[in-house]
């Protein structure tokens, strides 16, 4: 007898603000297959933000060449932590090879920026304990715009509670 | 505690007590300038559907619907829990605009109305919200509670504290 499983697993990218005040904005996300790898969906997401980019964090997960090459093309500076046996060979890309040398040379000013990341993994537990920790919907389009609805509701709730803090609401 | 902590405290309190009308302000005030969603054709008495028409035309109109679904996620409830909701709370129906309560089937027909695209754009008009003054709820709610408990002195009373 051929049996499935019902219950599947999304993976969501999320490019949000991690320092500052707003902390915790998401301005953009997507939503994947599970084993869908990270590295590609680096682009996408800094596509649909519009704003110039600054410092840009992310697991090593994230970090390739291409990837650092897009943010330096960007304006911003990628801070990505190193992968196993990696190497500083620039291979057409010298952002890539500026990245490895400043994380060698001087790892304390690179984790002075670095540990900033550790914000979204709040923004992932916010979204878990407000929104829900799963999607209803059972379709890949109708998960997506599920997911889509979750974050602008997340940024509802953070718009609201920084306008309380500030007394504008 | 410190003053700040205090403050901040004091803040989300006030949001988690008036926690359905702040999602729906902030909802209206964003919608405001967002265009109609493709494809959304507004019947309000809607029958069952003719045999060369495409799609089935919804029932009420796009904004309160976006309100309701954008409240349903950021309360974290599903289709039933929005439906009973909004079935049982009148002011909040017609501070949304609805006429009557929608159910879950239409409430998911017409999440399915919105597409992505859409949604960035919402968005976007919510994170540019960030950075622009809103009008203030805060009067609205002091005047509020101020009708239901008379002149009780329960801000009084924190305002004492705060002093101190």
Redesign the interface.
């Known amino acids: 007898m051929r049996t499935f499983s019902v219950r599947q697993f999304r993976k969501l990218h999320v490019a949000a603000e991690c320092r500052g005040e ?1 902390r915790g ?4 996300w997507a939503l994947t297959p599970p084993h869908a790898a990270d590295s590609p969906m680096l682009p996408t997401l800094l596509d ?1 933000v ?1 704003a110039p980019l600054g410092a840009v964090l992310g697991d090593a997960a994230y970090s390739s060449r291409r990837n650092v090459t897009y943010v330096a093309e960007r304006g911003g500076e990628a801070y990505f932590p190193p992968k196993f046996r990696w190497t500083a060979r620039a291979n057409g890309h010298p952002a890539w090879r500026r990245m490895v040398l400043r994380y060698r040379h001087h790892p304390q000013v690179f984790h002075e920026t670095y540990r900033f990341r550790a914000n979204v993994e709040g923004a992932f537990s916010a979204i878990k304990r ?3 920790p799963f999607l ?1 919907a059972r379709s890949a389009v ?1 998960q ?3 997911a ?6 997340r ?11 500030k ?3 | 505690m410190p003053e700040d902590r205090r403050a901040a405290y004091r803040a989300y309190e006030l949001v988690r007590r008036h926690e359905l009308e702040i999602v729906v302000r902030l909802l209206e005030e964003t919608l405001s300038d967002m265009p109609k969603p493709r494809g959304w054709s507004h019947q309000p008495q809607v029958g069952r559907p003719g045999p060369h028409r495409r799609g089935r035309p919804e029932r009420f109109r796009w904004e309160p619907m976006a309100k309701a679904l954008g409240l349903m996620h950021a309360m974290g409830w599903d289709y039933r829990q929005a439906e009973g909701t909004l079935w049982v709370a009148s002011d909040l129906r017609r501070q949304m605009g609805l006429e009557e309560a929608p159910s879950r089937m239409t409430l998911w027909r017409a999440e399915r109305r919105f597409s992505e695209e859409w949604l960035r754009e919402l968005n976007e008009k919510v994170v540019a919200a960030f950075k622009k003054n809103a009008p203030t709820l805060a009067e609205e709610f002091e005047r509020l509670a101020r009708t239901r408990r008379g002149s009780g002195s329960t801000r009084a009373g924190s305002g004492g504290r705060s002093a101190t």
């Open positions: 707003d904005i998401i301005y953009a649909r519009e407000h929104q829900g209803q109708m997506r715009r599920e889509g609805w979750r974050m602008v509701a940024n509802l709730d953070l718009l609201g509670r920084s306008r309380a803090r007394g504008t609401l």
